[in-house]
Every structure is written in structure tokens, then in C-alpha cells.
């Protein structure tokens, strides 16, 4: 007799053809039965544990399903005695089981298992495949419980780590262990956890996703599991030396999910690719979906918290969908308010009554502050030599691959922003063209920065002929009596992969 040592496990669940079929998958057991209520599963020919369905009264109470752990010992009913004497809970004793006597107990914080008395239940084992070969208490306090199992079972409770405690015999044998984790972590309730080891943890996490369970946790030490209907349980691997389960092994998993992370955000520093930022979130959402629970300062888990879950899961796939509009269309990203025909109103465009009409369309928008590298040429304000001084500045820019020098470009737009207003002459005296950047980076020489701060600007109706929309745009605008905010003008043209311009904007800086 195995005295006060855990010797068997059974599942209650609420479909029980269902959880068979589940664990006949994971597990490969086979089932025996004599009433066709409870069933016994088998592997190879061994007993490994009991299943039967939920008692309706226990459905009603929305009990959910679960695995509970038998504790042999030599007499129920001292047993029960010492229970309630040290603050358990009493809640069923059955001393004329066909299997011997039994009781189901709860200890102070509510986590229950069963005690057995007489020698028909032996299924748990040092090390076999498929079958269980530890039981750990997941528990919010320790020290309220301590006392409780000491009492009952004389063990000794001896800690490994901050947050573990191995249970211990009589004989100083390691027979489980008690870990003390947040309700965020362990859910609700406080639990004995089974354990079962199996020859290759992945590929068994594999047939639970595929049969319908799901991920609860898992590191380098043991995998955290759930049936279709939220019961937890274990897989740890089959030691091949035919020892128990080791915590704490020397050996380190390969954290390749964390390093692909620190390598994304690495790469958006080196490149200044916004779209990483949406393959970083799209991986994020996709392990979340994968395991059941999410991050936000603290776990989330789907079974215990489904909708906050879903609202976290869904804050990272909407960031991750910002980030490809950002990256197909900046200027979308920034873009606020709605299409606005010119007023008279100061501040915007100001024009004369007769010139209403004249003026073109514009929404306005806020753009955050942006960063423009390119080559420059002075202009004069005769309009004449400043579109000659323009078509210089595009020839030696189209006739030299520009962008190879520059780093950091965000997008493939190229931007010719008219800088340094003369307000006296009203006319600009300095044109830069090239490439917006995410970061200012080293200049080359030929090269000059130049930085747009935020502010609110007006969007001109977008044409594929840039050279008639952009000169019909600027003489309509020179005559209305415009005033500027922070002498900034800015043309955009977009090419396709044939270079090939499909489409202008204009932007102008409006005052306040």
C-alpha cells in the first residue's frame, strides 16, 4: 500500500463520448466499462484512469468539468475526521464503494481531491507513456493550506523556488508539489493538477489543438493543456532514464519566438519599414489565437476572461491593419476631417468673393512632423526661371538612382516641398526634392534635410496629368489672398513599378 501517495485520477466531463473520442486521439487509450457509465481508459493493456459524465445536479450548478486526484490511505474515515477538524470541506464519503471506501474533499481554499481506502486503484506510475506520473496543487496562498495537508497526510512540504513546494513522504520521497500562481495565471479556481508524460510534447499539444482543446500555458518544464470542455491537465516528457518528472533541468529551450520578435524590431531601426510593424502584430495575434490567452500588463486568458480577451485581440490585428494603411498611404495615417469647399473663412484660404468660384476643392488634413532628404535648388520668384531651376533639379534627380544614398525612405513617393518663404516677395527661394524618411540618418554629400513640422494643411484634388493640375492648382490659389503657415508647400508623385507617374497631390501649409 502506497499510504497517503497519490494512486489514481479520474475525469468528470460533461459529454462523455466526446472527452473519450478527444483523449482516444491525444492519448491512443482504449475503454472498458461494466455499466456503461463509468468507463475505465487503457493503455496497452494498462490501467491509466476513469471517466464518467457530469451529474445533471452538478451541470446545473455550472460546475465545470475537471480531473480529480485520488490519495490513498488507510482509513476514509480518519481521514474525514482530520479534514474537517483543519477548516476542509466534506463533500461526499462513500465507504461502501464496490472499490473500497472513498471521499471527496476540499481543502481550505477550495481545491478538491479524493482519498481511497482499499487496493483496487494503482494508475499512477513512476514513468509510463500516456499515463499519469505526478499531481501538482495549483494554489493562490500557501500558507493557508499548509497546515491542512501536513495534518492529514504527515507530509512535508519543502520549497525549491520562490513559488514551488515539493511534497514529500514520510520517507522523504518527492511524490508532487505545490505551486503558488495568480488567479491570472491558474483562473479562478484553485486545483490538483494531473500530469501525464508522454514521448513527444509537441506533437501531443498538436492532436489536442487539432481534436478541439486547447493551449493553457507552457514553458521549458511542463505544458499546460484543455479538453473541448475547459478541463485542465499536463504533458511532460517521458524520461528515458525512469525517473519522475524533473523541474528546474539544466537544460534551455531555444526561445525562438521571443528572438523573432527582438530581430522584427530590429529591423524596423535598421530599415524604417512601417509594414513590420503589421507582420509584428499579425504574429502576436496569430500565438494569442493559437493559445488561448493574451497580454496586456498582465495575462488574459479567453476561458476566464473571453471578453476582454477578444477586445485585446482585436486592438492588436486593428494595430496591425493601421500599420499596412500607414505604409500603403502616410498621408492617410494622418489625415483628419472632411472634403471642405474654399470659404472666405481666415485661417483656411481666404479668398475674395469674386474668386470663390475659381478656387479648387480641398480636404483639410493635420500631418504629423515629417523629414524630407533630397538634393535642393535656390529659386528666384521669377516664375519663368524658377520652373527652369525645377526641370534642372528633375533631370539630374531622374538621371541618378538618388534613393540608393538616401536611408531610411518611408514609402516610394517623391516629394518636391517648397521651403523658406519670402513673405515680402511672396514666393519661395528654396525647393528640395526626394524622399520622405522615417529617421534622420547620415547626410550625403549633395544631399540636405529638411523638416515640415505638424501642423494643419489643405489636399488638392489629385490628378494623373500632374503638370496641368499642379500649374491650373498654383495659378488659382496665387489669386486668392492665401496666407501661409510656416512657408510650407509640399508636391507628392506617385509612380508605379514601370515608373511611370500615376497620380499628384498638393499640399499647402494653412495659418491658424
Known sequence: MTKNHFVFADLSTYE??????????????????????????????????????????????NMPSFWMGYIQVENVQETVSKAKALGGIIELVDTENAIGGIALIRDPLGAGFTVYEGNQLASRYENAENALVWNELFISDLKKVQPFYEGIFNWTI???????????????????????????????????????????????????????????????NFTALADPFGAFFHVVPLEKNGTIPKKNRSKKSFKWKALLGLALILVYFITGWPWIWALFFAFWVYMDLRSGHTHLFEPVQKKQNPLLYWVVVAMWAFLGVYSVLYYIDPQWFYSQADYYQPTQKRGQIALNSKEIAEAPAFKTITLSEQHFVGITTQLSGNQKDDKAYIDELWGYFLDNDIASVIPHISGSEVYLVYIDHNDDLNTYTKALLGYRVSKIGELYDGLELTTVPKGSFAQFDSHKDSDTFLTRTWEEISKSNHIWKNNDALEVYFFNGKNELTKTELYIALSD
Open 16 to 61: 462523455l463520448k466526446t472527452a473519450q473520442q478527444f483523449y482516444a486521439n491525444v492519448f491512443d487509450w482504449e475503454y472498458v466499462t461494466e455499466d456503461d457509465q463509468y468507463h475505465l481508459a487503457t493503455y496497452h493493456g494498462k490501467e491509466i484512469s476513469g471517466l464518467y459524465e457530469t451529474p445533471q445536479k452538478f451541470k446545473d450548478m
Open 158 to 220: 519543502s520549497p525549491d523556488n520562490n513559488h514551488r513546494h515539493f511534497i514529500l513522504d514520510s520517507q522523504k520521497k518527492r511524490i508532487g508539489a505545490i505551486q503558488e500562481v495568480s488567479n491570472e495565471l491558474k483562473g479562478k479556481y484553485e486545483y490538483w493538477g494531473v500530469f501525464f508524460a508522454v514521448d513527444n510534447v509537441a506533437a501531443t499539444k498538436q492532436r489536442v489543438l487539432q481534436n478541439g482543446g486547447s493551449l493553457v500555458f507552457e514553458d521549458e
